[in-house]
């Protein structure tokens, strides 16, 4: 069985909080957690924004924060993330894409692919064409063993208004791409703060919650100008994979109130 720790979106500041919260507390949490009950993990992704202000500081403190666990973290970019601090205070594999934040994961039973979708001055995604051909060779190398996908940006709306106004703008050629290949079994996805699950193309998928803030459930309705962050505690989710079965139990590692100022 393999088992993966699933983390997204901390927004880490090193010394801001963000509405109230401090981040650093949040993540400090995570980690520890991570190390307490899930140190037998073959590794974890974080799937993107990192950081919440682009701030090479930040990247350096989070750097720090992450070196703290057991096991090793595979960073995403996001949104909020800029490549060039990223390279410069995080460890990526060998074999990562020169001028994007993607690369491939490979155990003898499965392709673990990590996506760049970040889109210079957008908080909506991008997928251009080089991370596209890079994408398909990487799924075409080993078409018989199962790849599961990781990535910042959903390739689809998911009925959370404010937040499927900044999906994945390359959506069909992405999704072309991976419902070509039929050992693509799962994508897993962060930005939205939020977890849901479904089909796509016939695909499952997922998005958790923040190890940050929460955003608000679609209902009541809400905007961007009239955001406030809902009162629920993060999550981190772990995933279990044996046999192509997939298993993902969203955890909640902390309370609410931990790294919420009084």
């Known amino acids: 069985m393999t088992k993966i720790i699933w983390m997204s979106d901390p927004h880490f500041q090193m010394t801001r909080t963000i509405d109230g919260l401090d981040p650093r507390v949040r993540l400090k949490t995570a980690i520890a957690y991570l190390n307490d009950h899930h140190a037998d993990a073959d590794f974890a992704v974080l799937t993107g924004d990192l950081v919440g202000d682009d701030d090479a500081e930040d990247y350096s403190g989070i750097a720090g924060y992450l070196a703290k666990s057991k096991i090793r973290i595979h960073p995403l970019m996001g949104n909020n993330d800029e490549r060039d601090s990223f390279r410069a205070h995080l460890t990526l594999p060998a074999d990562a894409m020169p001028d994007f934040i993607q690369y491939a994961i490979d155990t003898p039973d499965q392709t673990f692919v990590c996506l760049d979708t970040h889109k210079v001055g957008s908080h909506a995604g991008q997928f251009c064409s080089t991370r596209q051909v890079w994408l398909d060779q ?62 796509v193309r016939g695909i499952p998928f997922a998005t958790i919650g923040a190890l940050s803030f929460q955003a608000p459930a679609p209902r009541p309705a809400w905007h961007w100008d009239s955001f406030v962050a809902a009162k629920e505690a993060p999550q981190l989710g ?3 994979i044996e046999n192509d079965n997939v298993v993902l139990q969203y955890t909640q590692f902390c309370d609410y109130d931990v790294g919420v100022e009084s």
């Not at 990535?151 to 069909?172: N, S, T």
């Not at 072309?176 to 977890?195: A, Y």
């Open 138 to 199: 990487t799924l075409a190398k080993d078409p018989a063993k199962p790849a599961y996908i990781f990535m910042h940006h959903p390739p689809r709306a998911l009925g959370l208004p404010p937040q499927d106004e900044i999906m994945l703008e390359d959506d069909k050629a992405f999704l072309d791409i991976v419902s070509t290949h039929e050992n693509v079994k799962h994508l897993f996805m962060g930005h939205v703060h939020r977890p849901t699950a479904g089909t």
């Open 238 to 240: 772990v995933i279990l």
